[in-house]
């Protein structure tokens, strides 16, 4: 998810140090970076980009972009809200096109090249950042069209683009002494690299592990769809004859999900959670260390107590002693009910007159005896009616319904990779909203996970609406043979939580880019998202887009009722491991002073302070958590669950009523998706909801009331 923006639009954009030679000049006419992109919609011409492209147009975005912003220092005329803080907001577009179209492919679609890149510019990129947000003259005018914000009669946007203006700069460092400006200059400098650095990292440690297997008994209780896929990746890798599994999840998971081969399971599972601490070149530990202590001390120079407390101001939560009331509140229930789960599961080893106690690679594997023998549920039966494209159309049919909105799937539209989907989005009056690109299956040029991401926000131009261009990017399962891509349920969930992200991007209609779609609070920004959860798994909805990719046939009751029976099945697990995730990155992020301790020790003592089960691990690990070291939820991973009691909250507002209840839509659409960051989310939403979000529905929906 793309962070909140606390800086305008020219300040938070990447960029690049001033300089361009005169060789390159001759170059910059044909870059079709910085071209008008003369495409249908005129989303970036991929066909024509070329890694070589990349500097030359940095650099040449940087140039005009340093002129937009001398342009407003220089200014003789005493600034005003125009001349000031919407030039600023409108400077950097140029830099801001580069920088979407290479951030986005570093993500999705990276390379050698693309990576040597982005570590040669981050520590430009945070200078250039820094001499914008401490540039003293421009925060003179800025301070100057704040202090007389009272006196000059601007609306809400107005206002809230001031604001949000004004505070990007004094939490950047504005008001800090000029020995204090280069102390954090360096800071910022060394955090941008080493966060490329731990991303970067992480993707080599998953690319580089492969399980390979030889031995065909060695697959005993793998479906077959799995066993297809792991030849297909071991011809692929030129090991004919053999099988291979991966440590992404499509792989990853089902083997220790269904693998009868222990020693197998624990091989592949050490080798997943170890990721990032093997002491070789691609060791995180040291790196995280850094990452930590260095955000302490920004922290400290901003005037914080710690790194949390400097982000959670933000935030609804505001401070963290408000998180660490949520989180331990459901930690407490979860934990029980984990503990419980784990008890079943050692009954299940001690029946089949087993010795050994239950260990992290046990615990997938055994749930799914107890799921098939206490809910008669089993994943395989239930895949075949969740293809891709039933899912997709399914999500799609939900905005129809929700918002009127249509898809048309387009094919003349440049893509970065053959897999990428592209589809027009149009309002219920036929007019045009935006482009969603969707990006579905892995591969080694993607990181891990899903995520929702633009290359153009929401505005408006000339008093026109400059509609989004949206793209939501995933890991799913891939088609096999003859068979098409076949979702378990939970990546089916993880299609509609990207696709409620893809649709708050879409539907913004704000003035400012800035403030536009998902430019939110980070634990209000997965509201959008985690409702859209609710209706992936309704009954009445499962009914409409569930349907067996082989005969059409809908999703029988007798499945959705197996589903929803073992809805609440293993949530103790699966709260737990968040809730230790969460709680983590406090442990890295409240802390008020250095860490010194060795990286796993300090994590082991923090899981044992909680009294984190030895068969559960965090979700994820330090040494691989790139939400927080690298991917923009430091001190917000918590968001998920302080977002899910506003969402589960929101959509009983629907079923009150109806599924599809148009009143209920059209208030939701007005009051959250349309405004973006426009407003105050606690009273948006009390202006959707009328009241604030109980949490009996969330520990209602988890089975811990």
Not at 43 to 61: C, G, L, T, Y
Not at 458 to 468: F, S, T
Not at 533 to 545: R, T
Request: with cysteine.
């Amino acid at each position: 998810m793309n962070k909140k923006k606390f800086l305008p639009f020219c300040l938070v954009v990447a960029a690049v140090v001033v300089g361009c030679q005169a060789q390159e000049n001759e170059t910059l006419t044909d870059n079709p970076l910085l071209l008008n992109y003369d495409t249908p919609f005129e989303v970036p011409p991929f066909d024509k980009i070329k890694d070589e492209h990349f500097r030359p147009a940095f650099k040449e975005a940087l140039r005009k972009h340093n002129l937009e912003i001398d342009s407003i220092v220089d200014n003789q005329d005493d600034p005003t809200f125009q001349n000031t803080i919407v030039a600023l907001e409108n400077a950097g577009i140029l830099l801001g096109n580069v920088s979407r179209v290479f951030n986005n492919l570093n993500s999705a679609n990276t390379n050698d090249s693309i990576q040597a890149i982005d570590k040669d510019l981050a520590p430009k990129l945070s200078a250039h950042r820094d001499e914008i947000a401490l540039n003293a003259d421009l925060f003179s005018r800025v301070k100057t069209v704040y202090a007389s914000r009272t006196k000059l009669n601007l609306d809400i946007e107005d206002a809230k683009l001031l604001e949000e203006t004004y505070k990007g700069f004094v939490r950047s460092g504005a008001n800090l002494s000029a020995e204090d400006k280069e102390k954090l200059k360096k800071i910022n400098a060394e955090l941008s690299v080493l966060t490329t650095a731990f991303g970067q990292n992480s993707l080599a440690e998953t690319n580089a592990f492969e399980l390979v297997v030889d031995k065909e008994e060695d697959l005993s209780g793998l479906p077959e769809a799995l066993k297809i896929a792991a030849a297909n990746e071991a011809e692929a890798r030129k090991k004919t004859g053999k099988w291979v599994f991966t440590l992404k999840n499509p792989s990853v998971m089902p083997f220790l999900q269904y693998a009868d081969n222990r020693a197998l399971r624990k091989t592949i599972w050490e080798a997943y959670q170890s990721r990032g601490s093997n002491g070789n070149d691609n060791d995180n530990k040291e790196t995280l260390k850094k990452i930590a202590n260095l955000r302490l001390a920004k922290a400290n120079l901003l005037g914080y107590a710690s790194h949390a407390a400097y982000v959670l101001e933000e935030s609804m939560a505001e401070k963290p002693a408000n998180v660490y009331a949520l989180l331990n509140k459901i930690w407490t229930p979860a934990l029980a009910k984990a503990k419980v789960e784990a008890a079943d599961i050692q009954k299940e080893i001690d029946a089949a007159k087993d010795t050994f106690q239950v260990a992290p690679y046990d615990w997938r594997y055994y749930q799914e005896k107890i799921r098939k023998s206490r809910f008669a549920l089993d994943e395989e039966e239930i895949k075949p009616y969740f293809s891709l494209a039933a899912v997709r159309e399914g999500a799609f049919s939900t905005a129809r319904k929700l918002y009127g909105l249509t898809f048309i799937a387009l094919n003349n539209v440049p893509v970065y990779h053959p897999e990428v989907e592209v589809y027009e989005v149009k309002d219920k009056n036929g007019s045009h909203l935006g482009l969603l690109y969707a990006d579905f299956f892995p591969r080694e040029s993607k990181r891990s996970g899903a995520w929702m991401t633009s290359y153009r926000s929401q505005g408006y131009k000339g008093g026109e609406r400059v509609a989004p261009v949206i793209s939501i990017v995933c890991n799913f399962t891939k088609p096999v043979g003859d068979q098409p891509a076949l979702l378990t349920f939970d990546e089916a969930t993880t299609l509609f939580h990207e696709f409620g992200h893809a649709l708050h991007g879409l539907l913004s209609n704000v003035r400012y880019r800035s403030l536009a779609g998902t430019s939110v609070s980070r634990d209000f920004v997965e509201l959008p998202s985690q409702i859209m959860e609710n209706w992936a798994a309704d009954p009445e909805v499962l009914k409409s887009y569930a349907k067996h990719y082989k005969t059409k046939e809908a999703i029988p009751d007798s499945l959705i009722n197996k589903l929803e029976k073992a809805g609440t099945f293993d949530q103790g697990f699966a709260t737990v491991e968040y809730l230790a995730a969460s709680l983590l990155d406090l442990n890295y992020h409240a802390a008020t002073s250095p860490i010194t301790t060795d990286i796993n020790a300090f994590e082991k003592a923090a899981m044992k302070k909680i009294g984190l089960i030895d068969a559960i691990i965090p979700r994820y690990r330090s040494t691989y958590f790139q939400h927080i070291f690298s991917g923009g939820y430091s001190a917000g991973y918590y968001a998920y669950i302080w977002s899910e009691v506003l969402d589960s909250d929101a959509f009983a507002a629907f079923k009150e009523k109806s599924l599809y209840d148009q009143g209920t839509a059209a208030s939701f659409r007005r009051n959250i998706l349309e405004r973006g960051g426009t407003g105050n989310p606690a009273e948006m939403y009390r202006q959707f909801r009328g009241a604030d979000p109980d949490p009996i529905y969330l520990m209602k929906k988890r089975g811990l009331n």
